[in-house]
């Protein structure tokens, strides 16, 4: 079965900071990556999908890749702002096993300081 | 936009209630699925529907049940609502033209 694990569970950056998260899967039988961000209380917003056959996706400030060869995908944040904080999770949306399922990373949960 | 509605955001229930969670989706899309969220525990898949009247389990259907009698709806039943059901619960529905998973915005269900 899938496991995906983000490190670190918790970043706190000053504002304007450029920042990295990381997401490593154990099954590189991948079909696509999903990015997604949660603010307190609320559902995940979708922020990029890489397919497998993409390298890297982009969408303004933010650029996610995966390499499905080292089991990792990266999002990168540019010129980090307050309103990033937020938590955010990387999913598979096709695992193996049962079809169809989404197998979460546990998230990072982010912090940019003013 | 695809778009995903629970019908409601926050939900307060006794124990032993039978509740019903909505979630409707504009796009057509054959799966949808439901999960619950929980501090220290993440996401966790409840059930999900293939087609419409299809569904199966997924990792924790215990106390749960499920309704997709139109493609666009997919219900989530606690037959007798308990507080260890106190929880978010999360409703999505994927593109299999491979499109990614669309969440709602979820429903935070408090019981008592």
């Known amino acids: 079965k899938q496991e995906v694990t983000q490190i670190p569970a918790a970043l706190s950056v000053p504002e304007g900071e450029n920042l990295v998260l990381n997401c490593s899967f154990t099954?590189?039988?991948?079909?696509?990556l999903q990015w997604f961000r949660q603010d307190p209380g609320k559902g995940l917003t979708s922020l990029l999908l890489?397919?497998?056959?993409?390298r890297e996706q982009t969408s303004g400030r933010l650029n996610a890749s995966l390499d499905k060869s080292s089991g990792r995908s990266t999002l990168y944040i540019a010129a980090s702002q307050p309103g990033d904080s937020a938590t955010y999770l990387c999913?598979?949306?096709?695992?193996?096993?049962?079809?169809?399922?989404?197998?979460f990373g546990s998230g990072t949960q982010l912090t940019v300081l003013p | 936009d695809v778009k995903v509605t629970q019908s409601s955001r926050y939900l307060v229930k006794r124990t032993g209630e039978k509740v019903f969670l909505e979630c409707v989706q504009d796009?057509?899309?054959?799966?949808m699925f439901w999960y619950r969220q929980d501090p220290g525990l993440g996401l966790r898949l409840i059930y999900f529907?293939?087609?419409?009247?299809?569904?199966e389990k997924g990792d924790i259907p215990e106390g749960y049940s499920v309704s997709r009698e139109k493609k666009e709806r997919f219900s989530l039943i606690l037959e007798s609502a308990s507080t260890n059901q106190t929880s978010m619960y999360l409703c999505?529905?994927?593109?299999?033209?491979?499109?990614?998973?669309?969440f709602g915005s979820g429903t935070r269900l408090t019981v008592v």
């Open positions: 999913a598979d949306p096709f695992s193996s096993g049962s079809a169809r399922q989404l197998t």
């Open positions: 099954d590189s039988a991948i079909y696509n």
């Open positions: 890489i397919q497998s056959s993409q």
């Open positions: 796009m057509d899309h054959e799966n």
């Open positions: 529907s293939y087609d419409v009247k299809m569904k």
């Open positions: 999505a529905s994927i593109d299999l033209r491979g499109e990614g998973y669309t």
